[in-house]
């Protein structure tokens, strides 16, 4: 299982950013994705997620409306649209996929959100 992420970057507070996680390794269609970020000195926190089959999604209620995941089975890539970011969403973000009961994660990407 492999997952690499990709799309960070500085951006100017208000900007907006879309994150990918290329997946590999195991049949992505059929596992739930999911985003998490760690911000500097915090724990790392659940962001979002999208279920294999119907894409119904879910989001930390803090950031609905801002944020949406989504995923393209064909290309084996889950995103993550970020928009309206500000200073606090600074952090490195992650994906995961929980396959064979365990957790898989990327290495993260770096979003950095200041003027």
């Known amino acids: 299982v492999q997952l690499v992420e990709s799309g960070g970057g500085l951006v100017q507070p208000g900007g907006s950013l879309r994150l990918s996680c290329a997946a590999s390794?195991?049949?992505?269609?059929?596992?739930?994705m999911s985003w998490y970020r760690q911000a500097p000195g915090k724990e790392r926190e659940w962001v979002a997620l999208?279920?294999?089959?119907?894409?119904?999604?879910n989001y930390a209620e803090s950031l609905k409306g801002r944020f949406t995941i989504s995923r393209d089975n064909a290309k084996n890539t889950v995103y993550l649209q970020m928009n309206s970011l500000k200073p606090e969403d600074t952090a490195v973000y992650y994906c995961?996929?929980?396959?064979?009961?365990?957790?898989?994660w990327g290495k993260g990407t770096l979003v950095t959100v200041s003027s």
């Open positions: 999208i279920t294999r089959s119907s894409g119904s999604t």
């Open positions: 995961k996929v929980r396959w064979s009961n365990m957790d898989y």
């Open positions: 390794g195991f049949t992505f269609s059929s596992y739930t």
